[in-house]
Nanobody, 118 residues
Framework: QVQLVESGGGLVQPGGSLRVSCAAS????????IRWFRQAPGKQRELVAT??????TSYSDSVKGRFTISRDSAWTVHLQMNTLKPEDTAVYYC?????????????WGQGTQVTVSS
């Protein structure tokens, strides 16, 4: 129902900053919230940050104070990542959830690689 395309990943040194973005298209009027997840090699996918339709935000403990999630009116969602650590290295995915005609949906982008290394 919603198509998501991540961008902005890359290589950054520890302590540096990077901004990843998620462009949503399709039934964007039905989105209730978009979340950023990340998955490191050999580890489970973990929730990083959430932004709701109304603009409310939440973060995992590991990124509080360092990451900021935001959105524009067209549901392009950004994740500003500051003071990056090697343990932030992962593929970052955005996920959109909502309801269309009484049916829930949960769609994923293909991910963007973020590597934090000196």
């Amino acid at each position: 129902q919603v198509q998501l395309v991540e961008s902005g990943g890359g290589l950054v040194q520890p302590g540096g900053s990077l901004r990843v973005s998620c462009a949503a298209s399709g039934s964007i009027g039905s989105i209730n919230y978009i979340r950023w997840f990340r998955q490191a090699p050999g580890k489970q996918r973990e929730l990083v940050a959430t932004i709701t339709r109304s603009g409310s935000t939440s973060y995992s403990d590991s990124v509080k104070g360092r990451f900021t999630i935001s959105r524009d009116s067209a549901w392009t969602v950004h994740l500003q990542m500051n003071t990056l650590k090697p343990e932030d290295t992962a593929v970052y995915y955005c996920n959109a959830a909502g309801v269309i005609v009484g049916r829930s949906f949960n769609d994923w982008g293909q991910g963007t690689q973020v590597t934090v290394s000196s």
